[in-house]
């Protein structure tokens, strides 16, 4: 039972253009969402976040929008860099509960085309 | 700037030996998280840990798998007796005291454990 899903595995995007990953949740009980970039062999590395008495969050080149109502929530990257090219993590979390622990969808793999 | 701590990087064992995974956390946290990648999926949240308290367990297999985190030292993730489905990647997370604005978890770069 997938609380927190990233239907697409792989995205292709031309250096220079937007890439707009996407994710899906759930559990209406998660109030926390959190995008984050994995490269090979390494840990994730935390990017962006937004909670859920908001819509939109953005950081630099990085902005989550968050819509409640579809359960869906998506990173549009603006310009993609070959740097970006890595797996991305959408994750969810209960901010009001008592354990705190990530749910993680199984990610998407950008690869940004020079 | 130290930041989650993570040994062994590899770690090769026997189907029946013992794993010992250790994790240091970022100075100042005193929370650890611990999370296991299996091929091809997401990160699945196994144990949360304060110091030498299980505060959450919920995501630990029920047999051969145990979590601390002592008073001095580095929380360890051990697996007793392992088999081959045991093969992942093991994270560890660490974060400063919680209900911050974030919800943040800082990942160290974790232990492949191979089970041959």
């Known amino acids: 039972d997938q609380q927190v899903k990233q239907n697409s595995p792989s995205l292709s995007v031309q250096e220079g253009r937007i890439s707009i990953l996407n994710c899906d949740y759930t559990n209406s009980m998660f109030d926390y969402f959190l995008w984050y970039k994995k490269y090979p062999a390494e840990g994730p590395t935390f990017l962006i976040s937004i909670s859920s008495i908001k819509d939109k969050n953005e950081d630099g080149r990085f902005t989550v929008f968050l819509n409640k109502s579809a359960k869906h929530l998506s990173l549009h990257i603006v310009p993609s860099q070959p740097g970006d090219s890595a797996v991305y993590f959408c994750a969810a979390t209960l901010s009001g509960a008592g354990s705190y622990q990530l749910t993680f969808g199984k990610g998407t793999k950008l690869s940004v085309i020079p | 700037n130290a930041g989650v701590m993570q040994n062994p990087r590899h770690l090769v064992r026997r189907r029946g030996q013992e794993a010992r995974l250790r994790c240091s956390p970022m100075k100042g946290h005193s929370h650890v998280y611990w999370y296991r990648q299996l091929p091809e999926e997401g990160l699945k949240f196994m144990v949360y840990l304060q110091k030498e308290n299980i505060i959450d367990e919920s995501g630990m297999p029920k047999e051969r798998f145990s979590a601390e985190f002592p008073k001095e030292g580095p929380s360890i993730l051990r697996i007793q007796q392992v088999v081959r489905g045991d093969s992942a990647a093991y994270f560890c997370?660490?974060?400063?005291?919680?209900?911050?604005?974030?919800?943040?978890?800082?990942f160290g770069p974790g232990t492949r454990l191979t089970v041959t």
């Open positions: 997370a660490s974060s400063p005291i919680p209900r911050t604005e974030t919800y943040e978890q800082y």
